[in-house]
C-alpha cells in the first residue's frame, strides 16, 4: 500500500461546477499536510497547507480528518485556470515528506 | 518566483556515461532537494542537504550522488546511467525542512533520457 494514495482521475469538470478531491495516507503519524499545484510539464508550486481545524483561501477549501486518515480539497465555482495536477502532500516526520502521484483536473467551458 | 534554476533543461544521454544535473539558487535559502517524478509515481526523493557539504540520502538514492560546496549550488551526478534513470528531475528550494509548514520552491524541472 502507497503511503499517500490519490485518485488520479481525470475530472472532467464545466466551469462552474464544484468538485473535490480525497487523498489517504497510511502513516497515523503523519504531520503536516499540503495541497501543491501543477500545471502541465511545469514544476510543483504550494497551493495551501492544511490545518486540523480546515482552512479556506478563497474557492479552496481544505479538510484534514485524522480519524480516517484522509484530506481533503474542496473547489467551488471552477475556473478554466484550474485545470492542473493537484499533488497531495504529507510529513510523516524531519525529511520524510511524501507527495502523492496526483489528480488530473479538467475544467471545460 | 523563486530565483532557482536548473541546468540542462533537457538532456539525452547514453547508457553508462555520467551526468551532472546543476541546480543553482539566489535565495540563500538553507535546504535543497533532489526529486524524481515518474508516472504513476508521486516525486521522490533522490538526495537533501541541509548545508555545505552536508548532504544525506532520500528513499531512491541508489546510483545518483550529490555535493554541495556553495550555498548556492547542489548538483546531482549520475555516476552511470541507466534507462531506469529516465525521468524528470526537479530540484528543490526551502528555509525550513519541507513539511515543517514551510513551502518548498521548485524549480523547472530537467527532462533526462537515457537511451
Known amino acids: 500500500r502507497k503511503e499517500v494514495e490519490q485518485d488520479p482521475g481525470p475530472f472532467n469538470v464545466p466551469e462552474g461546477a464544484t468538485v473535490a478531491f480525497n487523498c489517504t495516507y497510511s502513516?497515523?503519524?503523519?504531520?503536516?499536510f499540503f495541497w501543491y499545484r501543477q500545471d502541465c510539464r511545469k514544476e510543483p508550486k504550494l497551493l495551501m497547507s492544511v490545518y486540523s481545524s480546515g482552512n479556506e483561501d478563497g474557492r479552496f477549501t481544505a479538510q484534514l480528518n485524522r480519524a480516517s486518515q484522509y484530506i481533503s480539497l474542496l473547489i467551488r465555482d471552477s475556473k478554466l485556470s484550474d485545470s492542473a495536477t493537484y499533488l497531495c502532500v504529507v510529513n510523516i516526520g524531519g525529511f520524510k515528506t511524501i507527495f502523492g502521484a496526483g489528480t488530473r483536473l479538467f475544467v471545460k467551458a | 518566483d523563486a530565483g532557482i534554476t536548473q541546468s540542462p533543461r533537457h538532456k539525452v544521454t547514453e547508457t553508462g556515461t555520467p551526468v551532472t544535473l546543476r541546480c543553482h539558487q539566489t535565495e540563500n535559502h538553507r535546504y535543497m532537494y533532489w526529486y524524481r517524478q515518474d508516472p504513476g509515481h508521486g516525486l521522490r526523493l533522490i538526495h537533501y542537504?541541509?548545508?555545505?557539504?552536508?548532504?544525506d540520502k532520500g528513499e531512491v538514492s541508489d546510483g545518483y550522488s550529490v555535493s554541495r560546496s556553495k550555498t548556492e549550488d547542489f548538483l546531482l551526478t549520475l555516476e552511470s546511467a541507466t534507462s531506469s534513470q529516465t525521468s524528470v528531475y526537479f530540484c528543490?528550494?526551502?528555509?525550513?525542512?519541507?513539511?515543517?509548514?514551510?513551502?518548498?520552491?521548485f524549480g523547472q524541472g530537467t527532462r533526462l533520457t537515457v537511451v
Open positions: 528543490a528550494i526551502s528555509e525550513g525542512q519541507i513539511g515543517k509548514n514551510t513551502e518548498a520552491f
Open positions: 502513516n497515523s503519524a503523519s504531520q503536516s
Open positions: 542537504s541541509y548545508g555545505v557539504k552536508d548532504t
